[in-house]
């Protein structure tokens, strides 16, 4: 295994709370990402990180935030939960040169009511 | 932009031989990667092509071809441990190589 992990593991909130995500990793790998996934869209990436205090927005951003304030920890916010964010999230860590290979987390699964 | 599309499904029989294609329309890429997803469980890196060919791996081998934007996930002898969720990826060029952009996924269902 990668050394990956995410908490909680499952979520239940209500709409209009912020939520924050957690991923952690040991591998002391430079890249991070965020994930969600959804039936019929696959994965799509929300927010990335290449490096400490470095981000940047995915596809579908809107609604989030992101922090990388150490190497090992890369959070994921909803400022304001809303039903469409339910969803299951996946962090996901890559290295320079290799960022096709990427090892996931075990996800998180999200349901705003 | 990226797009990549994949059958949404497809069946096939234990011990069969399974081709997963994946099409792309980008302005160009570093690679095409697979990755597997049980149901309720992570995907998992499969394989990587950087150039044109056939890369092998055990039961699983993996195809691209630039000039026709296309590019296949070979499946042989399959197991009824292989039904799973495929999806292929590209990193998009120009300064972002370092994302992927996955396509919706195949879901694969193995039958004895």
């Known amino acids: 295994d990668a050394g990956i992990t995410q908490s909680p593991r499952h979520k239940v909130t209500e709409t209009g709370t912020p939520v924050t995500l957690r991923c952690h990793q040991t591998?002391?790998?430079?890249?991070m990402y965020w994930y969600r996934q959804d039936p019929g869209h696959g994965l799509r990436l929300i927010h990335y990180?290449?490096?400490?205090?470095?981000?940047d927005k995915g596809e579908v951003s809107d609604g989030y935030s992101v922090s990388r304030s150490k190497t090992e920890d890369f959070l994921l916010t909803l400022e304001s939960a809303t039903s469409s964010q339910t969803s299951v999230y996946f962090c996901?860590?890559?290295?320079?040169?290799?960022?096709?290979?990427?090892?996931f987390g075990p996800g998180t699964r999200l349901l705003v009511l | 932009g990226q797009s990549l599309e994949q059958p949404s499904e497809v069946t096939a029989v234990e011990g069969a031989i399974v081709q997963i294609n994946c099409t792309y329309q980008t302005s160009g890429f570093y690679g095409l990667s697979w990755y597997q997803q049980h149901d309720g469980g992570a995907p998992t890196f499969l394989s990587y092509?950087?150039?044109?060919g056939l890369e092998e791996t055990g039961r699983f081998s993996s195809f691209l071809s630039r000039s026709d934007s296309y590019g296949y996930l070979l499946l042989q002898e399959l197991q009824m441990k292989d039904s799973a969720s495929y999806f292929c990826a590209v990193s998009p060029p120009m300064g972002s190589s370092y994302k992927l952009i996955f396509g919706s996924g195949t879901r694969l269902l193995v039958r004895p």
């Open positions: 092509n950087a150039l044109d």
């Open positions: 591998e002391n790998h430079r890249y």
């Open positions: 996901a860590i890559g290295w320079e040169g290799t960022v096709e290979t990427q090892y």
């Open positions: 990180s290449y490096g400490v205090k470095d981000t």
